[in-house]
């Protein structure tokens, strides 16, 4: 398959798959961007694609796989965004129970690893941000996300034993 018939097949096919695209993600630009990709990896894999009988099929189901697995993606990054985002936990804001917040600093003193412990308090008692804790640490974001979880984990374990 040669560039010309790739070009045909983009002004044939590029509207439809560009609104299958946008009726499963929502946002018209990364619709556009499916689709797109779609047509460069045709491009890439020219050999691959030589025989290909059913174009139109083997492009519409591209496109599918392709927004099902960036919605996929998005939904990972939603679901561990809000399990390390701690501000919508209300059981580790500091109340007026000024002893529960104690017991709660001594136990994480005991069971987390140094450097979780010192992340923990980076983040719910001095306000940083993940960037900002990261940068002063050395360590990527990701490693802060990890901590954090790694004490919300133990921290729930506690919450739950003490309840």
């Known amino acids: ?41 045709l491009i890439d894999r020219n050999a691959a694609t030589e025989g290909l009988s059913h ?4 492009l519409t189901m591209s496109v599918r796989n392709r927004c099902l697995n960036l919605l996929e993606h998005k939904s990972v990054r939603a679901r561990f965004e809000q399990a390390y985002t701690m501000e919508t936990e209300p059981s580790l804001q500091p109340t007026d129970d000024d002893d529960r917040l104690k017991r709660l600093l001594a136990y994480a003193e005991k069971n987390l690893t140094e450097q979780t412990l010192r992340v923990f308090r980076m983040r719910h008692l001095q306000g940083m941000k993940y960037q900002e804790i990261a940068d002063r640490l050395g360590i990527s974001r990701v490693m802060v996300y990890r901590h954090l979880a790694q004490a919300m984990g133990k921290i729930r374990e506690y919450m739950n034993v003490k309840r």
């Open 1 to 41: 398959m040669n560039q010309t018939e790739i070009a045909q097949l983009f002004s044939q096919h590029y509207g439809r798959l560009t609104r299958l695209a946008g009726t499963l993600l929502y946002d018209d630009e990364e619709a556009r961007d499916v689709v797109s990709e779609v047509f460069a990896t």
């Open 55 to 58: 174009i139109e099929a083997y």
